[in-house]
């Protein structure tokens, strides 16, 4: 398990490290669904996204020793630039597996933070066997995507933060990937503000958790063809669901169009640009899947790095 | 002439009204022009455009009787926004004059802020002669794009705010449309620290300001391509070219390209988005117009409201 102390810790280590990203607001939004709503922006956080949090966390953790040996990771977006970052900061050589029909951007951002980048077949599997491979051969240290504690801890300070500023909260709603950030998430929120409901999002498409939850025990999707492409996990760690069936609440679904307008809005309205999996938890809130009125929610932007062909496609 | 009295009695009629708008850093933005940058993000004031504070300021400052008789503006943009939320919210009647093919969602949003609008022909002249037909014939109040002090005092609570949050700054970069916005700007800047650079900085296709300047008289040029709408203004005002005239220490000039390529920046690394014309002033940092590096620069982004179907061709 992760406790909020651990969280703590990793609000102490990413201090003048990670940035603490503001809360957005927009009255039309409140106007629209009936709540007040603040969004945690997490898509200006250093890479765009909340993964540099665990990233660095679980890396600075790391003993000389395991820093010499280098880190390893595996991801075909935000988790490779997170790691990428976090490893120059820290004076790490970083090795980053990608699918080889990854995004050329995403790839130029990790390879500009210093990474080494090792390309790989398109499927989870393959990319797991590659990774696991080079770690055997040269003994490199694995940053796991979410199941991790360190992990787990650093993407918790972002519901640690947001606690902090909104202790009145009723509602925080959060992505859910792999799971790491809202099991961190759900510990600081609980810990904080016992009386605040942790709501996860997924889309219909890549509802692994959707099912898990209500299953009570990991279900394993065969596919996530999903425009919310940090969704596209087939199910969520062992230790993040333990953890999510304690602090969770629920979790609900949205449909993939449902986070595309929610993207619009944004774009067209609060003038912010937002991953499809970014917008997610809030278009949880505009599609009233939570059925509430005149609460304080806050949903967790969590990134921010669309692609900007993607983005012209989205925008017809 | 506007003192920067009128500036903070202006500030005292906006604050809990306007936005106290940001201030945003991009890290590798200072790595790329060898300065320390913020810019100034008037992308999220109400109504997604400076406009709102000058459009107020003047609204307020109206007798009983004149509130009674309504207001009349004439704009394409975001003035027309301004003048109708301002309006809307001091319970005042508003009319707005747009040219016919004005872009359908902004004038949806001065509808939406339940201002009565007006279609007129598409140039600037026509626009002109129905305003004045109609306030003749109401007896409207007009309210001024640019050529007025209480518009003037309004937009220079921008500089007011950047200033008391940037005391040590070297440089303000203002974009200049008919001057409203760089003529309260600097006298508020200048006020509160005399060593600070203001400089203007328009589209070469829209360079009237610029030529102005050199001339030391108002040149007033035959037409203003510019992919920068709020810059398409003919002719600086007199009075803000008076002020321009004392207050500012230059002007410059970028391409059209340069704004589109800071537009794409601000998209792609900060996540924000820039109409064209509010990406003028930070375009002119990192075209590197003005020469300099390890200087303390605020450039201001005056709005957000780029037309999602312009976005999407500008990211082709």
Request: with cysteine; net charge neutral.
């Amino acid at each position: 398990m992760v406790s909020h102390v651990e969280i703590e810790q990793a609000a102490h280590t990413l201090r003048n490290v990670a940035h603490r990203t503001p809360l957005y607001h927009s009255s039309m939004f409140d106007r629209m669904t009936g709540n007040r709503v603040w969004f945690k922006a997490e898509n200006v956080q250093r890479i765009g996204a909340f993964k540099f949090r665990g990233a660095y966390n679980l890396i600075a953790s790391l003993s000389e020793e395991e820093r010499r040996r280098g880190v390893i990771a595996h991801s075909s977006g935000n988790h490779a630039q997170g790691v990428a970052l976090a490893s120059k900061l820290l004076g790490v050589r970083a090795v980053v597996v990608m699918p080889e029909g990854s995004v050329a951007s995403k790839v130029d951002a990790a390879r500009e933070y210093g990474a080494e980048i090792v390309f790989c077949g398109e499927n989870y599997d393959d990319r797991a066997r590659v990774t696991s491979d080079l770690q055997a051969k040269h003994g490199y240290v694995l940053v796991h995507p979410f199941e991790d504690p360190r992990i787990i801890a650093g993407q918790g300070t972002v519901g640690l933060e947001v606690l902090q500023d909104l202790p009145e909260l009723d509602y925080l709603i959060v992505p859910i990937g792999g799971g790491g950030l809202i099991a961190g998430c759900s510990i600081a929120a609980k810990h904080l503000s016992p009386s605040v409901k942790v709501i996860g999002v997924e889309t219909e498409k890549a509802n692994d958790a959707y099912q898990s939850f209500r299953a009570g025990r990991i279900v394993r999707i065969a596919r996530a063809d999903t425009i919310a492409d940090g969704m596209r996990t087939l199910a969520v760690g062992t230790l993040n669901f333990e953890i999510m069936q304690k602090f969770v609440d629920d979790v609900v679904v949205v449909r993939d169009e449902d986070a595309i307008a929610m993207m619009r809005f944004f774009l067209e309205r609060m003038k912010t640009v937002v991953e499809p999996t970014g917008a997610v938890a809030a278009a949880a809130i505009s599609a009233n899947r939570l059925g509430v009125s005149g609460k304080k929610i806050c949903a967790v932007i969590s990134g921010g790095n669309v692609d900007i062909h993607l983005l012209r496609t989205l925008l017809s």
